[in-house]
């Protein structure tokens, strides 16, 4: 079974930043698009930005130019590069990955654990 691992999160002044990262934990045949979400408490869980396999990348507009995603194939990893925090992006963050793990499976959404990232004022 495969499990994406992440890592990164943590307690933050307004202003600072965190890199978030997300591997998964054994060998992939493939992985399509990778992404990372957030869940604020009382919020539903909100997509916070994708990246496709051939490197193209999307963001909510209340993180761009402050978040970068990036991967890296050859690690089977995501990151998330997240600059300029603020108390609003406090939440509970997910990575996703749509990946199939033999030749002969079909591609599937996995998700990681959530980490905590905190945003003090």
């Known amino acids: 079974q495969v499990q994406l691992v992440e890592s990164g999160g943590g307690l933050v002044q307004a202003g600072g930043s965190l890199r978030l990262s997300c591997a998964a934990s054994?060998?992939?045949?493939?992985?399509?698009?990778m992404g990372w979400y957030r869940q604020a408490p009382g919020k539903e869980r909100e997509l916070v930005a994708g990246?496709?396999?051939?490197?193209?990348?999307n963001y909510a507009d209340s993180v761009k130019g402050r978040f970068t995603i990036s991967r890296d194939n050859t690690k089977n990893t995501v990151y998330l590069q997240m600059n300029s925090l603020e108390p609003e992006d406090t939440a509970v963050y997910y990575c996703?990955?749509?990946?199939?793990?033999?030749?002969?499976?079909?591609?599937?959404?996995?998700w990681g654990q959530g980490t905590q990232v905190t945003v003090s004022s």
């Open positions: 990246i496709t396999s051939g490197g193209n990348t």
């Open positions: 054994r060998s992939i045949f493939a992985i399509n698009t």
């Open positions: 996703n990955a749509d990946l199939k793990t033999t030749a002969w499976s079909l591609f599937r959404t996995y």
